[in-house]
């Protein structure tokens, strides 16, 4: 499955592994180009492929019977000439199209200039789900996707059952896509075991690489600096997830507000705050920083001194 992130150590190794040697000389290292580069040429890459391809819209807007409500792309040619662009769908009954502009620095990527540059991504909501809430980045979420590059080639793909992840633990790209799709309302138990939703949201996320992989590509089938499609179908989500079980639903733990969980690290150690039972590392678990009803459920901080940082944030408190 790659849409896990890669661990710090690892991640390290994979950059300073996966640059190039500049024709092939001994000791010269290429370092990974502009991430200001490379973003104004993903927008474009995305951009003339979501204007010169359309998805199978008309099947969703009058399904026959054993339609599988599954998004097929094609090329706007010939006898599909006619066919509005996956650009303008959001023209569409019951289609929404829109995009997001995400800052990114440079310097989780190992370059050493530091640059900052926003990376657009794209989303397609063919069908939007029933329930009332989307799932925010912190969320556990069960869904089915289908992973492509942008000439098509398939690169991973879940079951048709369900596989249930934590969107802070895949591509960033990714996890802010899915919070733009309710899901669905219903589970159901088949007669052989399995289980299947309805009404859940289906669609599509397009990802520039500084969203994803950027220079380090993934195995042999995802190239440096490519743009990615996703296909997801979004069946249900588990809302305000606690994924550390410190008390604090993990949405709440993005201090900065960037969408981004990954780094935000109070006390420094390899843990993420939403991954961090101890987010201070004053040796006092956050459960006992902040203040929990009768149940265990999450009502506020505290700020014991009153300096405007939560206990649960502060060594000194």
């Known amino acids: 499955m790659r849409l896990k992130n890669i661990g710090v150590f690892v991640l390290v190794f994979l950059i300073i592994w996966s640059c190039k040697k500049d024709d092939d000389s001994p000791g010269t290292i290429v370092p990974p180009r502009s991430i200001i580069e490379v973003a104004a040429e993903n927008d474009a890459e995305l951009r003339e492929f979501l204007s010169t391809h359309f998805f199978n819209y008309e099947d969703f807007q009058d399904p026959l019977e054993g ?52 990376h657009t991504f794209y989303y397609l909501i063919a069908r939007q789900g029933t329930s009332e809430n989307t799932p925010t980045i912190g969320d556990n ?35 802010n896509g899915v919070e733009y799709f309710k899901s669905g309302t219903d589970l159901i138990v088949n007669g052989d075991g399995t289980v299947s939703y309805s009404d859940y949201g289906i669609g599509a996320i397009f990802i520039p690489s500084g969203l994803a992989y ?64 101890d987010d201070d590392g004053d040796g006092i678990p956050t459960r006992e920083e902040i203040i929990l009803d009768d149940e265990g459920n999450f009502v506020g901080f505290k700020d014991s001194d009153g300096d405007g940082t939560p206990d649960h944030l502060d060594r000194d408190s």
């Open 141 to 175: 979420v069960v869904l089915r996707y289908e992973g492509s590059l942008l000439d098509g080639t398939l690169f991973d793909a879940s079951s048709n059952q369900p596989v249930t992840f934590n969107l802070s633990g895949v591509v960033q790209g990714f996890g």
């Open 214 to 277: 950027f220079n380090r590509g993934s195995g042999s089938s995802i190239p440096a600096y490519a743009p990615l499609i996703f296909k997801v179908d979004i069946f249900t989500f588990e809302e305000d997830t606690d994924f550390d079980g410190d008390g604090i639903p993990s949405i709440l733990e993005d201090i900065d507000g960037d969408g981004n969980l990954n780094n935000d690290n109070t006390d420094g150690d390899p843990l993420a705050n939403h991954n961090d039972t």
């Open 67 to 118: 339609f599988d409500f599954k998004i097929q792309f094609d090329t706007i040619a010939g006898e599909n000439e006619d066919k509005t662009s996956i650009l303008n769908s959001g023209s569409l009954p019951g289609v929404e199209f829109g995009m997001e502009k995400i800052t990114v620095a440079s310097a989780g990527f190992g370059v050493s200039d530091e640059e900052v540059a926003e």
